[in-house]
């Protein structure tokens, strides 16, 4: 099916694209099993050390190779097939799950080996999430491209929803278990990658210098609705994350074990999804730059509730609504970074767009793991919503074109 065949109104219309059909199913396996692995793993070293800084280390691992290779990363999207990009990445997943499979049956517990499989998880992260952002222009056509963020970020939080769950429930027969089904996972995404046909070969004719490498982060520094949209998000999320602490929370404050870990996991994408859901439908979304401060200012709102919380039942429900505000910001940040951006440029910008959220998840999961170190799993936590707060209310003034944007598309 060509793009201009896509004239179904519907929400479900753009998966008569076979090419974006396999495209979701792949990114719907490699969420799962990113979200089965992130709740063993933060299980299974809190086991090991008893430390909030080593949940800490864990976030840092992964972000570190953001940082490393983000321009790289950005530069190979745009000059390479970027079908062919994901899939290296995900033999790349392939092998390190496996490895931690070997690891867990064979009762090893050296943390320090843990931490290195998971910096080849973050290497792999570095390079798969601008390749997969690049591609999916190259996928649908423009009038279908708003559904189909929104439908693509629904593979991310039926994942997140599912994911958790199901690794903390086969957590219980050992963690072998999670690290051999994420594996199979794997494997059956490479399987639909093959099926969409290669995307055009690229792309850019620029000679390799230091003005190209980082002509994605001038793009977006020169561009203050760019601006404005990933910062807020690096610093609102980084500040107001709390999901490294999830474990302490789990064994120590809530006393649930690792099923109830999964359920904690679980629980904001269980709000994202169906925010993502509505957001399908609603592609001609209005007042979005209020929109997006009013959701991460709910953001962190609902972390300081679940800080606060000592009830199950009720830092559920935090998780939830905070799962289901970040789906905004993430839902228009997602739709205008790729809307404003050439597609020529579109792997550089992309690669910047991702160390921004890998910096706001996994370094806000160090900055939250060392913090905790401090003062405490519960302090942590409430002053990163209070930070969250202050972000928002600094940025709707710093940030005025980005506060009054009205329409996703400029």
Not at 96 to 107: D, N, P, S
Not at 169 to 175: E, H, N, S, T, V
Not at 258 to 263: A, D, E, H, Q, R
Not at 339 to 348: A, L, N, S
Request: glycine share 8%; proline share 3%; charged share 10%.
């Amino acid at each position: 099916m060509t793009l201009s065949d896509q004239k179904s109104p519907g929400a479900l219309a753009v998966f008569q694209n076979r090419d974006f059909a396999a495209f979701f199913a792949s990114r719907l396996l490699s969420s799962l099993s990113s979200q089965m692995i992130d709740v063993a793993v933060g299980w299974l070293v809190y086991q090991l050390t008893d430390s909030a800084f080593a949940l800490g280390l864990v976030g840092l691992c992964i972000f570190a190779p953001n940082l490393i290779f983000a321009l790289l990363a950005g530069h190979v999207a745009d000059r390479f097939d970027r079908r062919f990009v994901l899939v290296v990445c995900y033999i790349l997943m392939l092998s390190a799950t496996f490895c931690l499979f070997v690891i867990a049956y064979e009762g090893r517990t050296q943390v320090e080996l843990i931490f290195a499989i998971v910096a080849i998880f973050g290497t792999a992260r570095a390079f798969s999430n601008p390749a997969g952002q690049a591609l999916l222009p190259n996928l649908v056509s423009k009038d279908m491209f708003a559904r189909a963020v929104a439908t693509t970020s629904s593979a991310w939080q039926i994942a997140t929803i599912a994911g958790p769950a199901i690794g903390g429930l086969l957590y219980g027969f050992g963690p072998e278990v999670v690290f051999l089904v994420t594996t199979i996972f794997y494997s059956a995404c490479l399987v639909f990658l093959l099926i969409i046909r290669p995307s055009l070969r690229v792309r850019a004719k620029e000679k390799l210098t230091w003005d190209y490498l980082t002509a994605g982060m001038r793009y977006i520094w020169s561009n203050e609705v760019l601006l404005g949209s990933v910062s807020l998000d690096l610093f609102a999320v980084l500040l107001g994350g709390a999901t490294a602490l999830l474990p302490i929370y789990a064994r120590d404050i809530l006393f649930i074990g690792p099923f109830g870990l999964g359920l904690l996991r679980t629980m904001p994408a269980v709000g994202a999804f169906v925010t993502a859901l509505v957001l399908a439908q609603l592609p001609d979304l209005q007042k979005v730059g209020h929109k997006m401060f009013i959701a991460v200012a709910i953001f962190g709102l609902a972390t300081i509730g679940f800080g606060l919380s000592t009830n199950f039942y009720l830092s559920l429900f935090f998780l939830t609504i905070l799962g289901a505000a970040d789906m905004v910001n993430v839902f228009i940040r997602s739709t205008i970074v790729q809307i404003e951006t050439p597609d020529e440029m579109r792997g550089r910008v992309s690669a910047v767009n991702s160390l921004f959220i890998g910096a706001s998840n996994e370094l806000g999961e160090f900055e939250s793991g060392v913090l905790a170190g401090f003062v405490g799993a519960v302090p942590s936590v409430i002053i990163g919503g209070i930070g969250s707060l202050l972000i928002t209310l600094l940025w709707a003034r710093w940030f005025p074109k980005l506060r009054e944007r009205n329409q996703l598309s400029s």
